[in-house]
């Protein structure tokens, strides 16, 4: 039997361990979920990578609380390649639960996927990892780190402090970063690049408080129009973002992101426009983009006729590589303020920054991980970007200079990650799996 073989043996058992991790409800926010749910979760972590021979297994505490599951598995040769296995216990909220067609927290199989909350993002990561090791049983000539966070989701920067503050403990030449994916189901692919993020709170005052519409709409200036018109100048007829001294006119030069299936991913209806002049793949991963967020007003139910003195909305900036994020969101308030009509008062308040990253491919953890790609899949491995954030791959990029950082996973499309009804396939698992292990045999410097 080849290794597709042992890890097709393998899949009863990564299904029962998924439906097993997806069963605890590990949102690492105490005010939705009992914080013993996390320490749960990291249980079950350190104990199934003690059976595939990890040592050393503890949970570190870091400095947002949450505990991170640290290992490692030495091999036989002290001057082999070291690898850090990725990945994070912790999982969203279920949101609406009233959406959801299955139970969030029971694994349940429909028309082949494996729904439940994390199936995806990011337990079915785990398990991936968990199903190559069990495949190459003592076959890893590679020496093998594990680091499995338990806050990612909240983004409160724990393990980012935590590699910084212990910098040997992760020390590796490849990090396997598992928490992105595949084009489509059955499309190979690793993430190169990740746009980072510049978020602000944009507030207009116009007037000392509310006056009667009637009596003094027309000269009066109207906080909420005033608010309109600044955020109607972020982005032009077609839809690119226009943010004076960022630059959007860049170019994706990875695989493409075809218009049909983003339209479908995306959930366009029919008719609706795709915005900017750019392809779908220039514009999701190698332009800025800017999204209101979130507006506070008067809901529509229960307001009066009365000018509003004051509004706000929060702010979302995408940065592309080649761009940093602090400049672009230092542009964004300049606009913002540059953009104010009638004279209204527009402060603007900083908040979330994150840079983006780009990956150095071309080494020989990538060579490796491409030719495990293709044998498991059958075609070759794209590259593509992202328009999330992981902040730490910078902290990882700028702690392990030398290291290569690869990005891969289950996640793909039809996955829904952060929604309700999130789901995986498990031929991912399985494709990954194999690739994994054939990455972990093959690899060397």
């Not at 069963?23 to 009992?34: C, E, G, M, T």
């Not at 429909?110 to 990892?129: F, L």
């Not at 409160?156 to 489509?184: K, M, Q, S, W």
């Not at 004279?343 to 900083?350: L, M």
Request: charge should be negative.
């Amino acid at each position: 039997m080849g290794l597709a073989d042992d890890v097709g043996a393998l899949m009863g058992r990564a299904r029962s361990d998924l439906a097993e991790l997806v069963a605890i409800p590990s949102v690492a926010d105490p005010r939705q979920f009992p914080p013993e749910e996390c320490t749960r979760a990291a249980n079950w972590v350190a104990d199934r990578f003690a059976e595939v021979g990890f040592t050393d297994l503890s949970l570190r505490e870091t400095s947002d609380g949450s505990s991170a599951v640290y290992g490692v598995r030495p091999s036989r040769d002290p001057d082999a390649p070291t690898v850090l296995l990725y990945a994070h216990y912790d999982v969203q909220p279920p949101l609406d639960e009233a959406a959801w067609r299955t139970p969030p927290f029971t694994l349940t199989e429909v028309n082949g996927r494996w729904y439940g909350r994390g199936a995806a993002d990011c337990k079915g990561n785990i398990v991936m990892h968990l199903t190559a090791l069990r495949a190459l049983g003592d076959d890893i000539p590679v020496n093998l780190k594990l680091i499995v966070e338990g806050s990612e989701e909240q983004g409160t920067g724990g393990l980012e402090d935590f590699v910084e503050r212990h910098p040997a403990l992760l020390h590796a030449d490849a990090i396997l970063v598992c928490d992105t994916g595949n084009a489509a189901v059955g499309v190979p692919a690793a993430t190169v690049t990740l746009r980072g993020l510049a978020n602000v709170v944009v507030t207009v005052d116009a007037l000392a408080g509310e006056v009667h519409s009637g009596m003094f709409g027309g000269p009066a200036p109207d906080a909420l129009a005033a608010l309109i018109q600044i955020l109607s100048s972020l982005r032009d007829r077609v839809g690119n973002t226009t943010i004076t001294g960022l630059d959007s006119a860049q170019t994706w030069t990875g695989a493409p992101y075809p218009a049909s299936q983003f339209r479908a991913d995306a959930g366009l209806h029919d008719g609706v426009a795709l915005l900017g002049d750019g392809t779908v793949s220039d514009m999701v991963w190698a332009r800025p983009a800017v999204t209101v967020l979130g507006i506070d007003c008067p809901p529509v139910v229960g307001s009066a006729a009365a000018i509003q003195p004051r509004a706000r909305a929060r702010l979302n900036l995408r940065v592309p590589p080649g761009t940093d994020a602090a400049k672009a969101q230092d542009a964004l308030i300049a606009h913002l303020h540059a953009a104010a009509p009638w004279g209204v008062r527009v402060t603007v308040e900083p908040e979330a920054l994150g840079q983006p990253f780009e990956a150095r491919t071309g080494g020989p953890a990538y060579r490796a991980l491409s030719s495990a790609m293709r044998e498991a899949y059958g075609r070759e491995m794209a590259t593509l970007g992202q328009g999330g954030s992981i902040p730490l791959c910078n902290v990882f990029a700028a702690t392990y200079p030398e290291a290569e950082i690869i990005l891969i996973g289950v996640e793909e499309p039809l996955a829904a990650i952060h929604a309700p009804n999130e789901s995986v396939d498990p031929g991912e698992i399985a494709r990954l799996a194999h690739a994994e292990a054939l990455f972990l045999r093959h690899y060397r410097k």
